[in-house]
């Protein structure tokens, strides 16, 4: 039976790739945009968070079992086209407009990217392949004068398959997130996909653009104080310890069984609920603040989180198919002496307080608050954030035809040492466990392991501690 908390290796490694053809992607037919053409982009799609291009990998063992006898990248070049027709914005570029505001347009030499690579390498060099490696980032492709963050002119959707020695293959994508969130790129995947399966288009749900649906009030009214916004005065350790040395990627295997007993221990005795995912982010949040030591104790941290807004829309819901973003992002905050002298519960609590406090007045303040301040920059200074991708059907969306995929999700976040991932486990014997992807300092890597595993109980009582 395996360990509860178990935390997953990878090895150092040097991929050597060689780029054979890089060729623009265009809609197979025509498409309702012209040159010149503009599309709307909300005050979600366009705020500083969601300006990213977010990098994505796919490994595919090889498979005899596929019949369809043209190559790889055929396949999901001709699906890709397909596709690019009902998604057409995919195949724009994003501008900046009046007020530092993006909006998508249409022109000459457009479409989207892809890239053909092969290695000498085969997969099974690459260790285990459930686990998130910073190595496998020369799997997805980077302009080389490229900055970080950059989504001004650059293709909305770029790909590289790299071909394996073995016969097996990846892919790895970069989606801009200002056309969708996590639910509406599962829904643009799943397309390609089934399309690349079938050889012929299938899209369902039909996508849906109606950005206008999130237009900010006349006047807007900011009714909410959004801490998830604030600019903090740097006045703990936290960011220096982060940001000043160079920290290391860490993955841990955590079982059904530890999420559920930690889930018991998190058990509010107030009136919220608490779900997994609260007692996963408290627990996370507590061992990451007390592994950093973090001083002084009276100063106030946050922890940010995104919240899928669309089941909270009863005023004016969105149809089926929208995938651009629809989400709030939640902020819970705690003095350093509250995480690490008070109880999960506690913390737990808070989680579920700024969980539970995002409605739909909540959304709709967030856009006027954009509309209003139009934040220019992160402010990262006592932050942790925690992406949860565990409910994103990142495997099953994700056969164009060779089988499910050995993995699929993130590569590196030490770009951003802030950001944890919880991600779904890939194999069919995954048993409900997800991985938590972090980064650490080395010196507080070993000390967080012994917390996240409660092996150390402080703060909780010893029947708390698993057996």
């Known amino acids: 039976m395996a360990p509860r908390i178990q935390e997953l290796h990878f090895p150092d490694l040097d991929i050597p790739i060689t780029i054979d053809h ?17 599309l709307y982009l909300s005050n979600l799609d366009d705020m500083i968070g ?3 291009l977010t990098p994505t990998v796919y490994f595919f063992q090889s498979n005899s079992l596929c019949q369809n006898p043209k190559s790889v990248t055929t396949v999901l070049r001709e699906a890709l086209a397909r596709v690019l027709v009902p998604y057409y914005p ?7 407009a009046k007020n530092g505001k993006l909006e998508v347009f249409f022109g000459p030499e457009q479409g989207a990217l892809l890239t053909e690579a092969h290695t000498e390498v085969s997969l099974a060099n690459l260790g285990d392949l459930a686990v998130p490696n910073p190595a496998w980032k020369t799997l997805i492709y980077r302009f080389p004068d490229e900055q970080y963050f950059q989504v001004v002119n650059m293709p909305l959707l770029i790909a590289q398959v790299t071909q394996f020695s073995c016969g097996g293959f990846s892919l790895g994508l970069r989606v801009c997130h200002c056309l969708c969130d996590g639910p509406g790129a599962m829904q643009f995947i799943n397309a ?10 299938v899209v369902n749900p039909k996508p849906c653009w109606d950005r206008e649906i999130f237009q900010p009030r006349n006047p807007p009214k900011v009714e909410h104080p959004h801490t998830e916004f604030r600019i903090m005065d740097d006045g703990s350790t936290f960011t220096k310890s982060l940001w000043e040395v160079k920290p290391i990627q860490k993955c841990f295997r955590i079982s059904r ?12 005795v107030g009136n919220l609920p608490c779900t997994t995912f609260d007692s996963m982010a408290a627990h996370v949040w507590r061992s990451f603040v007390e592994a950093l030591d973090v001083k002084p104790l009276d100063y106030e941290l946050r922890l940010t989180f995104s919240v899928n807004a669309r089941p909270k829309l009863k005023e004016q819901p969105l149809k089926d198919g929208y995938y651009g973003n629809a989400f709030c992002v939640a902020c819970a905050t705690s003095t350093v002496s509250s995480l690490r002298n008070g109880c999960l519960s506690d913390t737990a609590e808070r989680v579920s307080e700024a969980r539970l406090s995002m409605t739909e007045d909540y959304l709709r303040s967030t856009i006027d608050f954009v509309e209003v301040y139009r934040p220019k920059s992160l402010d990262s200074r006592g932050k942790l954030s925690i992406t949860q991708w565990t409910r994103f059907s990142l ?13 699929a999700g993130p590569i590196d976040l030490t770009p951003t040492p802030h950001f944890c991932i919880l991600l779904p486990e890939g194999g069919a014997d995954s048993e409900e466990a997800m991985l938590l992807c972090l980064c650490l300092p080395e010196s507080a890597s070993i000390r967080f392991g012994e917390l996240l595993s409660l092996k150390e109980s402080t703060n909780d009582s010893a029947k708390d501690r698993p057996d």
Do not use: C, M, N
Request: proline content about 8%; aromatic content about 12%; hydrophobic content about 35%.
């Open 22 to 38: 890089i060729t623009p992607v265009l809609p197979s037919s025509p498409i309702p945009a012209s040159h010149g053409d503009t």
């Open 50 to 52: 969601s300006r990213v």
């Open 90 to 96: 995919f195949s724009g570029r994003i501008r900046e």
């Open 192 to 201: 390609w996909a089934a399309t690349a399966k079938a050889g012929s288009l």
């Open 257 to 268: 069984e530890f999420q559920a007993h930690l889930k018991s221990l998190a058990q509010s």
């Open 395 to 407: 495997y099953e969306h994700a056969d164009f035809g060779w089988g499910r995929p050995i993995y």
